[in-house]
């Protein structure tokens, strides 16, 4: 049973070598399409990712996401494409509940795919629905946990910010912010944030003057 299975991978792989071979002979790329859990393989000249899926049947339908993109130029003697079939999401952003068809693969980009913005801040998070009764949702479930916009003041100069911090000197701190004794803050430290928050922190300075007088 070993020596067959050598035998049949050798000449797989002898196979392979002369298919490669006669595709490059003839100035033609091997493109390899992975899709619906296959890889669909064809010597082409076609001069897109798009003309070659077209040369092939694949479809490419409404939400599908085709990497690199349909209208890539195929550039590469051995050229890969990776389609993903779009799937249901379910997009839950501070109360508001968004659907989409998508086939992209990270909560962020989920997210995107329906139009939503998203700041570094923000906690986007993805699960499986696999229980449909329970959420009244299919698919994938992305929660957004949005953080607060809030404005400094610090000695007149003004910063924009967006946290998941709870109080006033957490804030501060995250954002390397040094508040000293003699700073009048217009907010506690210890004072829970709320959006949209001001907050202004006046710095107090001295200046000493000399002046002889006769």
């Known amino acids: 049973m070993l020596i067959a299975i050598i035998v049949l991978t050798n000449s797989y792989a002898h196979d392979q070598l002369n298919f490669n071979s ?3 002979a003839d100035g033609q790329h091997l493109v390899s399409v992975f899709v619906d859990g296959q890889k669909r393989v064809v010597a082409t000249s076609a001069p897109t990712v798009q003309s070659a899926l077209n040369q092939l049947g694949v479809k490419v339908g409404a939400g599908d996401v085709v990497e690199p993109a349909q209208t890539s130029a195929i550039n590469q003697p051995v050229f890969n494409v990776n389609i993903y ?26 997210v995107a795919a329906a139009g939503l913005t998203t700041y570094p801040e923000d906690i986007v998070r993805m699960d499986r629905v696999d229980d449909f009764t329970l959420g009244a949702t299919v698919g994938r479930e992305v929660s957004i946990k949005r953080a607060k916009p ?65």
């Not at 799937?87 to 693969?105: E, N, R, S």
């Open 22 to 24: 006669k595709a490059y």
């Open 150 to 214: 809030i404005q400094v003041v610090l000695a007149g100069r003004v910063y924009n910010f967006r946290t998941q911090k709870t109080t006033v000197g957490e804030l501060l701190s995250e954002k390397g912010l040094q508040v000293q004794p003699s700073d009048i803050v217009s907010a506690g430290l210890g004072e829970q944030l709320s959006a949209g928050q001001r907050i202004v922190v006046n710095r107090l300075s001295q200046t000493i003057t000399q002046a002889k007088e006769a």
């Open 85 to 110: 079939r779009a799937l249901p999401a379910t997009i839950f952003d501070d109360g508001k509940k968004v659907q989409v068809l998508t086939g992209y693969q990270s909560p962020r980009q989920i």
